[in-house]
T-cell receptor, first 111, second 113 residues
């Protein structure tokens, strides 16, 4: 398996634009997580899905953030409109119940 | 509430020296505990995990960790550090009956030749 695949690896966008981050989890994993990593706040869990259903979205910072998982092999995290303070590395991870496997992340810069 | 504390933000050691990275957790029951490593520009890779049983856990790359319930600790150790071990290390606690992980703030390890 190729592991958790995230795209794009880097994204630079202007404030106010919509940004969509994509994730393909490891086949057979039934849980998917979106994390955000910043110097100030470390690793924060934004949302997690189990069997494609959002279970806990308490970490989503505000309504500008939304996440979907239309099927077991794909998830998106959307920010609309984006703001400079959203600049961070966003990680997707998947799990089959014992340990989480992380993608390489998307580095988002909002200017 | 569950939480993880890594008291050391940054540690510097010489190559060949021993290493211990500290981790303390707060959790109401027996925790699932993890150590992950993150190299620059990369995602997190699992080093080792503790679910139950033997409190001394062996991981990859020569790392081990010991679960001490009385101290609410899960410190990571390595007897002899290599330059390639320079990275950021994260301790995490898993929330039972979910797959959620709560991470500490990380410890950056620098290795001098």
């Amino acid at each position: 398996d190729a592991g958790v695949i995230q795209s794009p690896r880097h994204e630079v966008t202007e404030m106010g634009q919509e940004v969509t981050l994509r994730c393909k989890p490891i086949s057979g994993h039934n849980s998917l997580f979106w994390y955000r990593q910043t110097m100030m706040r470390g690793l924060e869990l934004l949302i997690y899905f189990n069997n494609n259903v959002p279970i806990d979205d308490s970490g989503m910072p505000e309504d500008r953030f939304s996440a979907k998982m239309p099927n077991a092999s794909f998830s998106t995290l959307k920010i609309q409109p984006s703001e400079p303070r959203d600049s961070a590395v966003y990680f997707c991870a998947s799990s089959a119940g014992t340990e989480a496997f992380f993608g390489q992340g998307t580095r988002l810069t909002v200017v | 509430a569950q939480s993880v504390t890594q008291p050391d933000i940054h540690i510097t050691v010489s190559e060949g020296a021993s290493l211990e990275l500290r981790c303390n957790y707060s959790y109401g029951a027996t925790p699932y505990l993890f150590w992950y490593v993150q190299s620059p520009g990369q995602g997190l890779q699992l080093l080792l995990k503790y679910f139950s049983g033997d409190t001394l856990v062996q991981g990859i790359k020569g790392f081990e960790a010991e679960f001490k319930r009385s101290q609410s600790s899960f410190n990571l150790r390595k007897p002899s550090v290599h330059w390639s071990d320079a990275a950021e290390y994260f301790c995490a606690v898993g929330v039972r009956n979910t797959d959620k992980l709560i991470f500490g703030t990380g410890t950056r390890l620098q290795v001098f030749p």
